[in-house]
């Protein structure tokens, strides 16, 4: 059976771009997983999978690999490929940061200045990305990392406590918590009490951002409608994590009514319980600002 990473619709050649940038026999690191960036990955961050990869160098993902398919990593590095001398990101739920270290990684082999940024609300994941940043050869004026939840307005947000990072990459925070859901967030141990961060507050300091990558478990259409303005007037690319086809609808007409461009989309891959649609994996979309790339 075909994957169905190979179904996706695009207007520039995305399997190209990814095979540009794909680094020539990358070396193997004992202990880690190496991609066809050359990045290294600790197998803690997803031992199910990648801890039986440890030591490996895994080749170029078509139609994809552990983390991601031709749609998402092609639509990354079409970011990378728009910039000029130096490249700008702000990945919304970093994570690890793997997209700063990826993209970070792609930009900065060829020769362009590198600043990455990440909003992350998990603490064990920010310190997943500190160490991953470091790993890779990031020096520290080069990345910037928040402990809080990306969102359209200032605010707090409560966010749950794992007992292990890495144990789960989907939880969602409670936003605009009020003085008594946060008393009793702190009283149970449960969560952590953290800040919403507006997008206009994290690109305050940059003329231009690059890419704007946003993986936020659902609440992506908000924060896009929220900061469409300062989306507009500094990011020129987005790369979207959609969690439901009804998110995708609302995306084609918020950033299409804007003037955005749509380079690329690959739907949600959905199971069909007698319950009703279920989002199996996420769906990807990637758009151009042509106000800053006609």
Known sequence: MKSPFWHYNTSFDAQDVIQRYAVDSPPAQEGMVVNFLGVAVDPKIFPPILTEKA?????????????????????????????GSRFTMIELGCGWGCWMN???????????????????????????????LARNGFTDDQWTIVNGIAAGQEGVALFPKQD????????EPVFGATEEQRDEAVASG?????????LAQIAADHDRIDLVHIDIQGGEVDVIEA????????????VIG????????????????AGWLLEMERPAILSL?????L?????LQGWRNRRILP
């Open 55 to 83: 030591g490996t160098v895994e080749p170029v993902p078509l139609p994809s690999n552990w983390h991601a398919d031709i749609a998402e990593w092609g639509a990354a590095l079409r970011a990378v490929d728009l910039s």
């Open 102 to 132: 990826n993209m970070g990684a792609a930009a900065r082999s060829t020769g362009r200045e590198v600043h990455v940024i990440g909003v992350e609300g998990d603490v064990g994941h920010v310190e997943f990305a500190h160490e991953a």
């Open 164 to 171: 292990h990072a890495g144990g789960s990459w989907g939880l």
């Open 190 to 198: 449960q969560f952590d009490v953290l800040p919403m961060v507006p």
């Open 227 to 238: 900061c469409l303005e300062t989306l507009n007037d500094k990011v020129a690319y987005l």
């Open 242 to 257: 959609t969690h439901s086809r009804q998110i995708e609808g609302r995306l084609f007409d918020l950033l299409g009514d």
């Open 273 to 277: 319980p007698p319950e009703g649609p």
């Open 279 to 283: 989002t199996r994996v996420d769906g």
